[in-house]
């Protein structure tokens, strides 16, 4: 048999933004979401939900950093690609981004089958801030979008069931530590691309484990799955639903009508809304995503992915300024069907020590009777064009004949990740068949945690600068605890301790090593936030004040190696100035100290004082000031704050108080209706 299934190299061309920097700072505050559900209203859910909702809820974002140092000038520039193709299907998936598959193309008909993001522009959208839109992303972690949204995976071609080649993505998610991998093909003569899923716990305890497969469709779709209820987020207004993090209810409402409105339609909801739908069990799992004509998106599965939802923008003003926000103008809207672990996002499921958990899914074009008439009746006759198109048991015989070869070694790296997971099969002598993780991707952001697995010493930096990236799992923390007391082994020390919930030996550990180091200003922003923790802002404002005079000392100092006196500069300076800069002028201005957080402004590269989210707060300063009319100017001149967080609504009201006019429509991100 001749294979003629590809898997290509390109490189694509985008207008697109830089990613930027990574936030050098450790994130030590809580998320600023909190997914969580009253016990009250737990009676009223199913117990499996019940259970899984309160199950290890993530609390914090260590060890990943912020990811907050993209703009939004936007330039040509090339993204590398990965490309499979067959006589049906070409899929373009992008490695360096998370495994975004960018792109699915029927290519009978021309018609590209998902929503495809003309522009990358990263949005402060994922756990630890950069995401885009578009496509089919992989989220594992906890509940929001993948720390990986961004990041590079390992790629490589693998033997597929039919004897041809697929193409494996994998990497160590770094929040819950787990192993997993993405394998996508195209069998020859076949209408939809296959994707195996698998995660592993190489553990010896449970972990809580994450998945959610959501993909961008055009909004002017009807969205059809076979459920006759979803669960809502509730909302208190009664119109349409609010987005995970806003409300802490769940409720039940009927499908596809609630409050007299379709909901099925993304287009009739007023405002930005999560559906969850309960797909009886036993009934085969989909989603579709079918234009007026019966023409779209479907996607089904195994049935281990239970899990099937609908997210909509709204169309109300919030939710079109975000659609804008994240592409070019003149591109249309999209809505999101997902496929997850759980009935909901807000659910974690504990998977067991040295087990694993795996399914199968699909996409692909599906051309039924146009979606119109009786729920029952459209939903029957849809399923019976997806059995005809890709019967039920083809999909669980895919899976059987996938399985086997999940341990398959990679025939050729196309790609190369993180060197995380390098470094700890490397400390736990893992063996994890199919998915290297060869120490050869250790880089320097891995480097000194092999130093100190090795030698029991954690290295002390020769060249200054914000400390490296702190592990945080208990394994690292008692190397670090047994390791000699340098000043950055307290540091790493302090924020292993921290994550841990033991804040007060953090403290103990910062303020040892205060008394050892040269340059103290990281020290003292951890004991700030603690101090700012603990409610001592005060005490949490002089010291981030005294950590960015050490800073500009420190920037201005010669290198340790003894480089001859150059000032130490350079993108990574700029980062945590910026960074450093911002959260001292906010704790300055919480205590009424406008002089002093003028002083820390005046001192903030001209270049970061530009940025948005600079002109956003000088606005703030402006007004501290009492200088109304200035700050007014700010909004009149106009601004954009790149890594708006979704839901954040600090424009509006600093706007508030700056004037009782409207907001204006530019600053108007509101994903909820308006407070009563």
């Not at 007060?504 to 923790?533: F, G, I, N, T």
């Not at 050490?550 to 945590?576: K, M, Y």
Request: hydrophobic share 40%; charged share 25%; proline share 9%.
């Amino acid at each position: 048999m001749v294979i003629v299934t590809t898997i290509r190299r390109e490189v694509l061309t985008l207008f697109a933004a830089e990613l930027g920097p990574d936030n050098p700072l450790p994130p030590l505050r809580p998320l600023d979401e909190v997914h969580h559900i009253e016990d009250r209203d737990k009676q009223e859910l199913p117990r499996d939900m019940a259970r899984q909702v309160g199950h290890a809820p993530l609390h914090s974002l260590l060890p990943v950093r912020v990811r907050d140092g993209y703009g939004r000038t936007r330039e040509p520039r090339g993204i590398d690609a990965l490309v499979l193709e067959n006589d049906r299907l070409r899929a373009t998936v992008l490695p360096g981004l998370g495994g975004r598959v960018a792109s699915l193309v029927h290519k009978r008909t021309g018609r590209e089958l998902l929503y495809r993001n003309p522009v990358f522009q990263p949005a402060n959208f994922a756990l630890n801030g950069a995401w885009f839109s578009g496509g089919i992303e992989w989220n594992i972690g906890a509940t929001g979008h993948t720390t990986l949204s961004c990041s590079p995976l390992h790629a490589a071609r693998v033997p597929a069931p039919d004897g041809g080649r697929m193409l494996r993505l994998w990497e160590w998610e770094r929040l819950r530590d787990l192993p997993f991998q993405v394998d996508l093909w195209l069998p020859e003569g076949s209408d939809f691309l296959y994707v195996g899923v698998r995660i592993r716990n190489p553990h010896e305890k449970p972990v809580p484990t994450y998945w959610w497969s959501n993909t961008a469709v055009p909004e002017e779709r009807r969205v059809l799955a076979p459920a006759d209820v979803a669960w809502l987020p509730h909302c208190p207004d009664g119109v349409g639903g609010t987005p995970i993090g806003y409300e802490r209810r769940l409720r039940g409402v009927p499908v596809p009508t609630y409050d007299g409105i379709d909901r099925t339609y993304p287009l009739n909801s007023t405002f930005a809304a999560d559906y969850f739908y309960e797909v009886p069990d036993g009934q085969r799992r989909w989603i579709a995503a079918l234009d007026e004509d019966g023409y779209g998106l479907v996607q089904t599965s195994t049935d281990v992915l239970r899990g099937r939802k609908l997210f909509v923008w709204g169309s109300g003003p919030g939710g079109r300024r975000w659609q804008e926000w994240l592409t070019e103008p003149g591109t249309g809207g999209y809505c999101e069907i997902q496929a997850g672990l759980a009935r909901t996002q807000l659910e974690h499921v504990p998977l067991e020590a040295e087990s694993e958990v795996a399914w199968l899914e699909a996409y692909g074009p599906l051309s039924a009777p146009p979606p119109e008439g009786e729920w029952g009746d459209v939903l029957r006759r849809t399923e019976a064009r997806l059995d005809s198109a890709l019967p039920r048991a083809d999909v669980d015989a895919a899976y059987e004949a996938w399985k086997p070869l999940a341990d398959a070694e990679p025939d050729e790296i196309l790609a190369v990740g993180s060197g995380w997971g390098a470094l700890e099969v490397l400390r736990a002598g893992w063996k994890l068949p199919g998915t290297p993780f060869p120490e050869s991707t250790i880089g320097e952001a891995q480097a000194p945690w092999r130093e100190l697995l090795r030698s029991g010493s954690f290295p002390e930096s020769r060249r200054g600068g914000p400390p490296g990236q702190t592990l945080v799992a208990p394994h690292w923390r008692d190397m670090l605890e047994a390791a000699p007391a340098t000043p950055l082994t307290e540091y790493h020390l302090g924020v292993a301790q921290w994550h841990a919930g033991d804040r007060a030996q953090a403290v103990r550990s910062w303020e040892r090593a205060l008394k050892l180091a040269r340059y103290v200003w990281p020290l003292l922003r951890c004991l700030a936030v603690a101090d700012q923790e603990a409610g001592n802002h005060e005490r949490a404002a002089d010291r981030y004040a005294e950590a960015f005079d050490d800073l500009c000392h420190e920037r201005l100092s010669p290198c340790l190696d003894g480089g001859g006196g150059t000032p130490i500069d350079g993108e990574q300076w700029t980062a945590v100035t910026a960074a450093l800069g911002r959260e001292a002028i906010q704790a300055l201005l919480r205590v009424r100290r406008p002089a002093d957080a003028r002083a820390v402004w005046e001192r903030v590269d001209p270049a970061t004082r530009a940025r948005g989210r600079f002109r956003l707060l000088g606005a703030e300063l402006l007004l501290a000031e009492g200088r109304r009319a200035a700050a007014r100017a700010v909004f009149d001149e106009g601004f954009e704050v790149a890594d708006l967080r979704e839901g954040d609504e600090t424009i509006g009201r600093l706007w508030s108080r700056i004037s009782d006019e409207e907001l204006p429509e530019r600053y108007d991100f509101r994903m909820r209706p308006p407070s009563p």
